[in-house]
């Protein structure tokens, strides 16, 4: 209830040209954060149909030194590597995964990439929780949507999923749930976790 | 065992990272913003899942264009993300988003940015967690919760 259905594929944005005849699906985006290593891109690539892409986003820096007067790149110059997949859901409905990297020095980048996300999953190393922490602050903050999933690397869990959630200390509504990033349908359905979340929410306010 | 808890104040600062997150191979600092006559900023809000296609016009005059330009509307022929455009092309995203810029005012470049609000579209929300739904998985992990 709420918002008006908008007559099907149309639901994209706003053409600022009508010129081309080629109609392009409706993008959508979800976030894959968490710190080094834990399986980001792994998970990327489990659900994604093409081999997840290695971009490169430049951060503020790089914009406020580089400029047509003076060519040089300050010191400060940070280039990040994006990690993202992509999967047509139909031919009308496009979800793009971005993968980004944890530490809160690429603040502004996150920024960038979760602008308009439909929602976020965090990944955890249980054995390195505080390397999700920047996420999980981050996503609070912003108000975005999000699960936790702690990777099972070996098949199993090294920390009860309960004792997660109290070191975390995110909020109940919050899902904290384990998955494989390596697997199809368990990276599949903690996708759903997420956007089950997020449908949650906007039905409560709508 | 529990897992060490309680999160930092934020403000704490963090370990430095080894780079980002997976090595990359560095396009040049430089060049980029050449082709952009330094411009950066103009079309920062394009969101990154921006969908840019060729018009026909575009195609038309791919002859006409050089470098860059041409490269963008060639790689277009099908939609494309601003993303894809700068993995395929590979050019910093922020010189994608100024030459799609560029070429969205001379009329050879369709850019359909995002609807506002499309992330707390109940209908999207729908659309995409039944989608991901009915796709194929390969065999085997039932059991995952």
């Known amino acids: ?206 | 065992m529990t897992p060490q808890g309680g999160r930092p104040d934020p403000a704490r600062p963090r370990r430095e990272p080894a780079g980002a997150d997976q090595g990359v191979e560095r396009a040049s600092a430089v060049r980029p913003f050449m082709v952009t006559e330094g411009r950066v900023a103009a079309e920062a809000g394009l969101p990154v899942e921006t969908q840019v296609v060729a018009t026909a016009e575009g195609l038309g005059q791919i002859g006409a264009l050089a470098f860059e330009r041409k490269a963008i509307v060639e790689a277009c022929g099908t939609p494309l993300s601003l993303a894809e455009v700068a993995v395929k092309l590979r050019l910093h995203l922020n010189v994608v988003r100024v030459l799609a810029g560029d070429l969205r005012a001379s009329r050879l470049l369709a850019v359909h940015v995002p609807r506002a609000g499309t992330a707390s579209d109940i209908d999207v929300l729908r659309r995409v967690i039944d989608g991901l739904r009915s796709i194929p998985t390969t065999v085997g992990s039932r059991d995952a919760d």
Request: aromatic share 6%; with cysteine; net charge negative.
């Open chain 1, 1 to 206: 209830m709420g918002s008006a259905p908008s007559p099907l594929p149309s639901a994209h944005g706003t053409p600022t040209s009508d010129l081309s005849a080629v109609r392009p699906p409706l993008p959508v985006k979800m976030v894959v954060a968490g710190g080094f290593g834990v399986g980001k891109t792994t998970a990327v690539a489990a659900v994604s149909e093409i081999e997840p892409l290695t971009t490169e986003a430049s951060i503020t820096e790089v914009a406020a030194g580089v400029d047509a007067v003076s060519l040089t790149p300050h010191k400060t110059t940070t280039t990040v590597a994006m990690d993202f997949g992509c999967l047509t859901l139909d031919p009308t409905l496009k979800l793009y995964l971005f993968g980004t990297p944890g530490q809160d020095r690429f603040g502004f980048m996150w920024d960038d990439v979760t602008e308009g996300a439909l929602g976020a999953l965090v990944v955890v190393d249980s054995r390195r929780l505080d390397d999700c922490f920047p996420a999980v602050d981050y996503f609070e903050r912003k108000g975005m949507p999000f699960a936790v999933a702690v990777n099972t690397f070996d098949g199993s869990l090294t920390h009860p999923l309960d004792a997660v959630r109290e070191a975390l200390d995110v909020t109940e509504e919050v899902p904290v749930l384990a998955f494989d990033a390596r697997d199809q349908g368990s990276v599949r359905d903690s996708l759903i976790v997420v956007l089950e979340h997020a449908l949650a929410r906007a039905v409560a306010a709508a």
